[in-house]
C-alpha cells in the first residue's frame, strides 16, 4: 500500500519559516517525481515545487522561488520543502505527491495535506 504522510504546516508570522516534510513507501519513493502543490480557499490547486528522482532537477511556481526550496532525502524515503520569508499568500492546504509517467508506468499518488497559515 503507498503512503504519503506529510507534517509540518503550521501557523507563522509573515516573514517567518516552516519546513514540510513527506513520508513515502520506500517502493515508489526512488522511482516517483515528487512535488509539492498547494490550494487555497477558493482557488485551483496548483503545483509549487517539483525534484527528479535523481534530485539534481528541481523546478519551482515563479511566486515562491528564491524562498522555497525541494529536496529529497534517499535514507529516510522523504521529501521536503523549506519554506522562506513566507507571505500570506502563501497560505494553503499543501499537499505531497508521488507521480511516474513512462510508457511501462502511469501513475500519481497524493498525500492527505497540510495546512500552512501565514499571518500575523
Known amino acids: 500500500q503507498v503512503q504519503l504522510v506529510e507534517s509540518g504546516g503550521g501557523l507563522v508570522q509573515p516573514g517567518g519559516s516552516l519546513r514540510l516534510s513527506c513520508a513515502a513507501s520506500g517502493s515508489i519513493f526512488r522511482i516517483a517525481v515528487m512535488g509539492w502543490y498547494r490550494q487555497a480557499p477558493g482557488k485551483q490547486r496548483e503545483l509549487v515545487a517539483t525534484i527528479t528522482t535523481s534530485g539534481e532537477t528541481t523546478n519551482y511556481l515563479d511566486s515562491v522561488k528564491g524562498r522555497f526550496t525541494i529536496s529529497r532525502d534517499y535514507a529516510n524515503n522523504t521529501v521536503y520543502l523549506q519554506m522562506n520569508s513566507l507571505k500570506p499568500e502563501d497560505t494553503a492546504v499543501y499537499y505531497c505527491?508521488?507521480?511516474?509517467?513512462?510508457?511501462?508506468?502511469?501513475?500519481?499518488?497524493w498525500g492527505q495535506g497540510t495546512q500552512v497559515t501565514v499571518s500575523s
Open positions: 505527491n508521488a507521480a511516474r509517467q513512462t510508457p511501462g508506468a502511469n501513475w500519481r499518488y
